[in-house]
Structure formats: C-alpha cells, structure tokens
C-alpha cells in the first residue's frame, strides 16, 4: 500500500560485510575482554550491529518470518541459554533461513541462524539441540565480538566499514541492498573469523553442559556431529557446511565421547513441536515440483511408521501439500487424522486456512476455536487477526491485536498487521503511530521518526499531539545515543 513506506534506514550491510571481511588465517587464540578499545566490540555496538543486519535480513528471500517456527527456535535458543555455564551479554534470537544445507551461525548481538536443511536433517529435537547450544557458547565466550575485534587491529577496516554503514543508515542515507542475500553474507563471519580449535572445545563444553542441565540428551550433539564429519568425508555438498564453518576434529569427538562416558543415559521428553517445525521447514525447503514429489513420497512413508509423532508430523506435512495443489478434501482429511494422533499450532493454523477456502466466515470460526486451544502461538494468533481481516472484521482486529502486542511486545508483526487494520477503519494517526513502533522494533529508527511526524501531523487532539511529540523526541534521543556509541570506533578506526 502507498502510505507504508520501506524502511529508509536499511543498510547496505551485508555487502559491507562481504567486502570488509578480509582473508586472515585461522586466529591462535583470542584477545583479551578487558577495556574496549578502538578495535574491540562493546556489547552495545555488538548489539547494534546485529540489529542491522537483522533489519537488513528480514527483507532477505531467503528468512523465514513464520512466527511459530521462530517462536519456538528462539524458545529452544534461551531454554538453553538459561542453563549457560556464565551470564550472556545478550538475549538469545534464533530464526530460520531457508536453505538446504546443514548449516547455524552466529551474528554479533546474540542472533542465532538456523538452516532449514539443519533442522530436516536431524532426527530428534536434542540433535539439534546440540547444535544450537554450541553456537549460543560462541555468543557466551562472545567469540563473535572478538573474532571481529582481533580481525580488525591491523586495519580497522572491519569495524570501520559497518561502523560507517551503521552511521548512514542512523542518520537516514542508508539504501537498502534489495536482491543482496543478507544471511548468506553475515554467515560467511563465521567462516573467515576461523575460530580457533580451543575457541571450538570452548563452545562445545559450553553447550554440552547446557544441554545436559536442560533436560536435553547430550549424546544428540555427538551423534550430529558423526553425520556432519561423516557428510563432509564424503564431500557432500550440503553437509560439509557446518564442518567448513566450525572444523570438527577426532580430539572434539573424543572430548565429547569422554564426558559422555561419565553420565548416565539421559531419557528427554520429546517436543511435539520439534516434529512439525520439521516439517514445516521441508515444505518450505522443497522448491519445484521434483523436490515436493520426493518429499511427498518420503512423507507418505514416515505417516505409515509406528513412531506417532513422527506420523502425525507427516500426515500433516502431507496435508500441507495437499492444500498448497488445491485437493482440499484430502488435505482436510489427512489433517484430521494427523490432529487425532497430536494436536500442535501447526495443524490448528493450517486448519484456519483450510476453513478460509470455504468462507472468510469459517474462517473466522476456525481462528476463534485455535486461539482458545492455543493461546501462547503467535502463529495462530496472527492467523486469526488475518482471518478477522479478511472478513472485513478489523473493528474485532484492532483490540485483538492491541492485545497480542502487549502479549508479546517484541514482536514487530502484530504492529504492522494492527496499522493496516487501522488505516482500513479511516485512523491514519493511529496507524501511522503503529508503523512507528514497528520500524522501532525493527531497528530502522529513522523511518520510525517519519511515521510519527506523519501521525503528529494527521492528529486533530492536542493531548495526542503531545504524546506523539514526547516519543519523537524520544526516538530522536536514541539516535543520537547511538550516534555518540558508535563515533568513536569511526573515529578511531579510521585514523588507523
């Protein structure tokens, strides 16, 4: 719609990254954490910098903005957090990016992304669980920050080049890179910063004893990492990602296999959940007709297994197809069964699409019916506030989403979904103030700053007007605290 406008302060960053990350050989060891200087990383920049590169990212085609999926990563990401061996300088954020290899990284600012071929690949939840704990140990020991910061003391150009991004965007210069693959380019720090091998054992000890104080099977991180050096032996492609990223060795192993040798055997209690983001992230995976007709095959095999979840999760994969080719009988008729083994958000929001082919109304229905089963899904939740939309029900929108929002206030989607509901009831100051907090959220405090200067303008209440004028100025302040953050790294950076 023309009254939404793209974020002006996007960044160029990951072209930034790509072209500011020099060839370096695999660091000895790591710098020391003491006072920051002009080449180290301070939580706050850290923090900055993966704002950016996440604003950035969300319009990359390969993220994954599916709330359920994402919810329950992160959720897995801080479950296990909780239990690091040390205090984290920043909260855990996981997200998906559709891409068949196996692959994770780690961004500056505790940003954590999940391949979709990571997540297909593993055969239960602590397989994958292993993996993510060993990333979130990089972000505890804030190798990431270090990595850069140690890169960057013979140059400064690292830091001088997101630094200087950063700035533009902050004071509205920025232009988005459209068609740049973000992810595909903030990965590859991963890669060049080359941890050491004691920076690897650092991680993998790290989140072994994560897993195992979070009810996880630590056996689940050894077994994933046999696939991942099996896989690269074999020079698979898709599966010696991982490995060319965080290099496994016989002495990891063996260090892991020693510790495990020590703890009784660990019988976790499986996630439903883990089953269905697995394989909502195959459907999303299979792109074109072959990959869906070998995963539709592979799906129809598993649905006849003894395993109930695993069948279930497949019954409801296949209805998935089923609805996307347009059989929606059989796809209603498989998710039936799929919901009679296990019932998940998954199916319940696959449920009110289902019940939108047949009217907005039983749509609208089927969104009361989940949202009163599932009241902690943000997938259902924005389900049913598309549902109430496209019923033309936005009156019923507005205070459900106002809801949502207080629900989960770090959720920028439901701001967006409540400004069009909004701008569509003829509110345009409130929409405008709702769009504002979206940009906020996403990092993009320029434009933010513009929505609310367009909401104080179509704004008729001098109470509101003054509302609106105190959080401009509040939005202004942040901008010139992080302005004044960042300064002196430029400074000092380019004077290198």
């Not at 479950?79 to 996981?94: D, E, F, G, N, Y």
């Amino acid at each position: 719609m023309p009254w939404v406008r793209r974020a002006g302060g996007g960044l160029c960053l990951g072209a930034a990254l790509a072209l500011s990350l020099p060839a370096w050989g695999q660091p000895i060891g790591l710098p020391s954490m003491g006072a920051t200087s002009a080449a180290e990383l301070s939580p706050s920049v850290e923090h900055l910098l993966g704002e950016a590169i996440m604003e950035e990212g969300r319009h990359d085609p390969t993220y994954i903005p599916d709330l359920d999926i994402n919810q329950y990563l992160t959720s897995l990401g801080r479950r296990l957090a909780a239990h690091a061996p040390q205090p984290l300088t920043q909260p855990i954020t996981v997200f998906a990016i559709r891409d068949p290899s196996i692959n994770a990284f780690a961004l500056p600012g505790g940003y954590i992304g999940v391949n979709s071929g990571l997540v297909v690949a593993a055969q239960n939840e602590s397989e994958m669980a292993g993996v993510l704990a060993h990333e979130i140990g990089h972000v505890m020991q804030r190798h990431i920050a270090r990595g850069i910061a140690q890169a960057s003391q013979g140059t400064g150009m690292m830091v001088a080049s997101l630094v200087g991004a950063l700035l533009a965007a902050l004071a509205g210069q920025g232009q988005l890179a459209m068609g740049v693959a973000a992810f595909g380019q903030a990965a590859t720090i991963d890669r060049q910063l080359g941890f050491s091998r004691s920076a690897e054992q650092e991680a993998d000890r790290a989140g072994f004893q994560m897993m195992r104080a979070a009810g996880f099977d630590p056996r689940g991180m050894l077994d994933m990492f046999r696939k991942l050096m099996g896989a690269a032996s074999l020079n698979e492609g898709a599966g010696s990602v991982y490995t060319s990223t965080h290099p496994l060795s016989i002495q990891r192993l063996s260090d892991i296999e020693n510790r495990l040798a020590e703890l009784p055997p660990v019988h976790p209690k499986p996630d439903p959940e883990f089953w269905f983001v697995r394989a909502q992230l195959a459907l999303i995976q299979a792109r074109g007709n072959d990959s869906r007709r070998n995963l539709t095959q592979s799906l129809r095999a598993q649905s006849r297994g003894t395993q109930v979840l695993p069948r279930a999760a497949a019954l409801y994969g296949l209805a998935s197809l089923e609805q996307i080719s347009g059989k929606l009988e059989q796809a209603q008729a498989d998710l039936t069964q799929a919901a009679a083994l296990q019932d998940s958000p998954q199916i319940a929001v696959l449920g009110i699409r289902l019940a939108a082919a047949r009217s907005s109304v039983a749509a609208v229905e089927a969104g009361a019916t989940a949202w009163k089963r599932w009241p902690d899904s943000q997938g259902v939740a924005y389900e049913r506030a598309r549902a109430l939309q496209a019923a033309k029900q936005d009156a019923a929108a507005v205070p459900f989403l106002q809801a949502r929002i207080t629900q989960w206030p770090d959720v920028p989607e439901f701001q967006k979904l409540l400004a069009d509901s909004l701008n569509r009831l003829g509110r345009q100051a409130a929409a405008h103030e709702a769009l504002a907090s979206y940009y906020e959220q996403t990092g993009a405090l320029p434009t933010a700053v513009e929505h609310l200067e367009q909401a104080r303008r179509l704004s008729k209440d001098f109470y509101a007007q003054s509302k609106l004028d105190a959080e401009i100025r509040e939005v202004r302040e942040r901008l010139k605290a992080q302005q004044a953050l960042l300064a002196p790294y430029k400074k000092n950076t380019s004077s290198q």
